[in-house]
Nanobody, 125 residues
């Protein structure tokens, strides 16, 4: 059974930081692309960041470049998203996902192979 368990969301002030974790099981972690989509209230879903474990390729959408860092721990089958200098525009439900096709799934906002449950990130003063 495939599982993606997301954690780390919460409430933070503008300029603050959060780290999301996505712990996975049931598929070949070292081959897949794993990352995060988000959906804010009243807005469409968008691909945020991902890492392709088989070759180390990293993708970030333009609005988070320089602020978000994604990393992967193969021993723990876990991907981390470090989010710094958060703004209210980052407020959304963040969903962990995994796909065998690669980072294009995030850039083009396609549906990935597997989804995890969302975790809410709220950036507010």
């Amino acid at each position: 059974e495939v599982q993606l368990q997301a954690s780390g969301g919460g409430v933070v002030q503008p300029g603050g930081s959060l780290r999301l974790s996505c712990t996975t099981s049931g598929f070949n972690f070292d081959y897949y692309t794993i990352g995060w989509f988000r959906q804010a209230p009243g807005r469409e879903r968008e691909g945020v960041s991902c890492i392709t474990n088989r070759d180390g390729t990293i993708y970030h959408r333009d609005s988070v470049k320089g602020r978000f860092t994604i990393s992967s721990d193969s021993a723990k089958s876990t991907v981390y998203l470090q989010m710094d200098n958060l703004t209210p525009e980052d407020t959304a439900v963040y969903y962990c996902a995994a796909d065998s096709a690669g980072w294009g799934t995030w850039r083009l906002n396609y549906n990935p192979d597997y989804w995890g449950r969302g975790t809410l990130v709220t950036v507010s003063s």
